[in-house]
C-alpha cells in the first residue's frame, strides 16, 4: 500500500555528529513537507519542496539544518554538527501540492537523540 | 504557530459523552480546514477536513463545525470511545504550506 517510508525510525548520536535523515514519499506526489515535534513546540514546519524545487525553509536553522531531494523518490534532512536541542521526532509527509485541499501523509517519523 | 491557536491543550472526557476541540486562526487567506489525529508513535492521519463554503461537515461520529467570521473550527466527537483517546490537531492551510495548532491530547476513559 502506498505510504510515505522514512528511515531510520530511531538515532541516537553524540554531539557534533552528523546525522542524515531519509524520506520517501508516495509515488506520484509532488509536495514533501519536512516537519519536527516536540512537546513544547508541537509540529513545527522546517521546510517543504514541489516538484523538488525547495519553496520554504524559513522554519529551519540555517546554520546547521539542510534539506535537499535528489530524486522525485528521495528527500533528505541533515543536521551538522547535532546539538542536545535537536533531540525531536523528524516527520517526513507528502502530498498532491498545487490543489487547495493538499492532505498531508505522513510517515512514521525518526526519533532522533542527541547526547 | 502563533497564527493558530488551538483548545484545550487537553481533555478528558468520559466514554459515550462529547469531547469538542477548538481552533482559531488569524490568515484569511486560508481555505482548507482540516484535522489531524495522531496515535503514539505514529504520523499525524488527516481525520476530516472541511472547506470554507459549508459550515458543518459529519462524517460518522465526527464532525467540523466552521464559523468563517470568527475565524474558527471546531471538532466534535460524539460517543467519544476510548479508540478515539489519541492527540488531535488542526491544520488550516491552503495552496502553501499547513500550519499545525499546538495538539490536543485527549483521553475517554471507560
Known amino acids: 500500500d502506498a505510504r510515505v517510508t522514512q528511515t531510520p525510525r530511531h538515532k541516537v548520536t553524540e554531539m557534533g555528529q552528523e546525522v542524515t535523515m531519509r524520506c520517501q514519499p508516495i509515488?506520484?506526489?509532488?509536495?514533501v513537507f519536512w516537519y519536527r515535534q516536540t512537546m513544547m513546540q508541537g509540529l513545527e514546519l522546517l521546510a517543504y519542496?514541489?516538484?523538488?524545487?525547495?519553496?520554504?525553509d524559513s522554519g529551519m536553522p540555517k546554520d546547521r539544518f539542510s534539506a535537499e531531494m535528489p530524486d522525485a523518490t528521495l528527500a533528505t534532512l541533515k543536521i551538522q554538527p547535532s546539538e542536545p536541542r535537536d533531540s525531536a521526532v523528524y516527520f517526513c509527509?507528502?502530498?498532491?501540492?498545487?490543489?487547495?485541499?493538499?492532505?498531508?501523509?505522513f510517515g512514521q517519523g525518526t526519533r532522533l537523540t542527541v547526547v | 504557530q502563533q497564527q493558530v491557536k488551538q483548545s484545550p491543550q487537553s481533555l478528558i472526557v468520559q466514554k459515550g459523552g462529547i469531547s469538542i476541540i477548538n481552533c482559531a486562526y488569524e490568515?484569511?487567506?486560508?481555505?482548507?480546514f482540516p484535522w489531524y489525529q495522531q496515535f503514539p508513535g505514529k504520523g499525524p492521519a488527516l481525520l476530516i477536513a472541511?472547506?470554507?463554503?459549508?459550515s458543518e461537515k459529519k462524517e460518522g461520529r465526527f464532525t467540523i463545525s466552521f464559523n468563517k467570521s470568527a475565524k474558527q473550527f471546531s471538532l466534535h466527537i460524539m460517543d467519544s470511545q476510548p479508540g478515539d483517546s489519541a492527540t488531535y490537531f488542526c491544520a488550516p492551510g491552503g495552496y502553501q504550506k499547513v500550519t499545525f495548532g499546538i495538539g490536543t491530547k485527549l483521553q475517554v476513559i471507560p
Open positions: 472541511i472547506r470554507p463554503d459549508v
Open positions: 509515488l506520484g506526489h509532488n509536495t
Open positions: 519542496f514541489r516538484n523538488r524545487a525547495p519553496l520554504d
Open positions: 509527509a507528502s502530498g498532491l501540492g498545487g490543489t487547495v485541499n493538499t492532505e498531508a501523509f
Open positions: 490568515n484569511t487567506a486560508f481555505d482548507y
